[in-house]
């Protein structure tokens, strides 16, 4: 498999902390892995990986690649982009 990281998740990664970006990338290596698993609600095309309490990563896949769209740092910012799907 091979991953894509949007313009936008590679905004959101180089706006964190050094160490908080390791571990998004180990969860990108991760989910490389393993099989996807958290389906998201609502009818929303995408895949939620929970990097910390707070912190969330948000891909979908495609013939065997993953496409990274969002990497949240805070809980607050995951959930103000998934309402808007639900409006």
Avoid at 6 to 25: H, Y
Avoid at 60 to 67: A, G, H, K, L, P
């Amino acid at each position: 498999m091979t991953i894509h990281i949007s313009n936008k998740a590679e905004q959101q990664l180089d706006d964190m902390p050094a160490d908080l970006r390791t571990m998004f990338m180990k969860h990108l290596r991760k989910i490389n892995s393993l099989p996807p698993r958290k389906h998201m609600k609502h009818g929303i095309p995408c895949y939620v990986e929970k990097v910390t309490k707070q912190a969330r990563l948000v891909y979908y896949t495609e013939n065997e690649d993953i496409y990274v769209t969002h990497c949240f740092k805070e809980h607050k910012e995951y959930e103000r982009w998934y309402k808007t799907y639900n409006d």
